[in-house]
């Protein structure tokens, strides 16, 4: 339960700041400039987002998804892959079906679903891949 209301600060935060990029308030911030002060919160709020899925899915506090934390990595490396592949998706279907986010979000979707995709080979590679530790049984 401890690791769901950890979750949920860190989702209603991320949430907060990346609705306040929908918004028509802003503020300039230190550096006299808006809409700049706007992708600066939206950015925090895709951290805390990010934060949120972490301590959800892996039940402990950091922000690197090594092997070593994953459940049955063998069995679910796929699902990054899948996650970025649906990112690519969405932003292709933005160009078709305009919605109202700010001009770079696209270009922020595209970020994480390369280091999605990225992360996701990464883990196949070492858990079914080339890079797969052989043991000394099957070389006998």
Not at 6 to 30: D, E, H, R, V, Y
Not at 34 to 59: E, H, I, K, N
Request: hydrophobic share 45%; with cysteine; glycine share 8%.
């Amino acid at each position: 339960m401890e690791r769901n209301q950890k979750a949920g600060l860190w989702l209603a935060s991320g949430l907060i700041l990346c609705g306040s990029t929908m918004s028509s308030i802003s503020i300039p911030g230190p550096w006299n400039e808006p809409d700049f002060t706007l992708g600066v919160l939206g950015l925090a709020g895709l951290v805390c987002l990010y934060m949120a899925w972490f301590r959800y899915r892996l039940s402990e506090n950091g922000i690197v998804p090594t092997i070593d934390r994953w459940v049955d990595a063998e069995r679910n490396w796929h699902h990054p892959i899948v996650f970025g592949f649906f990112l690519i998706a969405c932003i292709n279907m933005m160009r078709y079906y305009p919605v109202p986010f700010p001009e770079p979000f696209s270009l922020i979707l595209l970020l994480i679903a390369g280091l999605s995709l990225l992360h996701g080979v990464y883990v196949w590679s070492v858990v079914a891949g080339p890079l797969k530790p052989s043991s000394h049984s099957e070389e006998e």
